[in-house]
């Protein structure tokens, strides 16, 4: 199988923890490599982990939320999920957006209808996650090759930029 990653994974040998949502178990694990974007992770308790759970790595005490991307008989690899598009959101709709969009929510009756204040707030949310991403990216850019299992050089790119899920503005709205 052709390994299909958008930056090489370092080989590592880290203790972790696996915390279970909507539980307080914790099920011990081990990375045994890692990249910007995800991880690969051993446990003798792998059947046990649901497809979407928070990992805290080493000493860590800031766990990070993953999903599983695939499964293998000793392991599985996952993908870090990043909350900063939802965090950024939620902080403009707060700080910058509140009144305006409450105001638009209860001014237009028609469901459906994007409101000029939900595309500048989606536009502003978009903007700075490109900078975050663009910031991010410029790590990788001083491995510009990768050397293959036969020893031949080959060009990497710039990494593919993560599609973000969020939540929809009408639940932000609902929960203001």
Same mark, same amino acid.
């Given at each position: 199988? #052709? ?5 090489? &994974? ?11 949502? @909507? ?7 081990? !990375?045994?490599?890692?990249? #910007? ?18 990992? #805290? ?13 695939? &499964?293998? =008989? ?10 900063? &598009?939802?965090?950024?959101? =939620? ?10 969009? !409450? ?15 939900? !595309? &500048? ?33 080959? #060009? ?13 503005? @009408?639940?932000?709205? @609902?929960?203001?």
């Amino acid at each position: 199988m #052709s390994d299909r990653r958008r930056i090489q &994974r370092q080989v590592c040998n880290l203790s972790a923890r696996i915390f279970v949502p @909507k539980t307080s178990d914790i099920i011990l694990c081990e !990375v045994t490599d890692i990249t #910007s974007y995800g991880c690969f992770i051993k446990t003798a308790e792998h059947e046990l982990v649901p497809p979407n759970f928070d990992l #805290s790595i080493g000493m860590s005490t800031l766990p990070r939320a993953c999903r599983i991307a695939r &499964r293998e =008989a000793n392991g599985f690899g996952v993908e870090f999920l990043d909350p900063v &598009r939802q965090e950024i959101e =939620a902080i403009l709709i707060e700080h910058a957006f509140k009144e305006e969009l !409450v105001f638009e929510a209860l001014n237009l009756a028609s469901e459906g209808i994007v409101s000029a204040t939900e !595309v &500048r707030l989606h536009k502003a949310v978009s903007a700075m996650m490109d900078l975050i991403e663009r910031r991010n990216a410029t790590i990788w850019q001083h491995n510009t090759t990768n050397e293959t299992p036969i020893g031949n050089a080959r #060009s990497s790119a710039t990494p593919i930029p993560v599609r973000y899920s969020h939540t929809p503005l @009408k639940d932000l709205l @609902k929960s203001a």
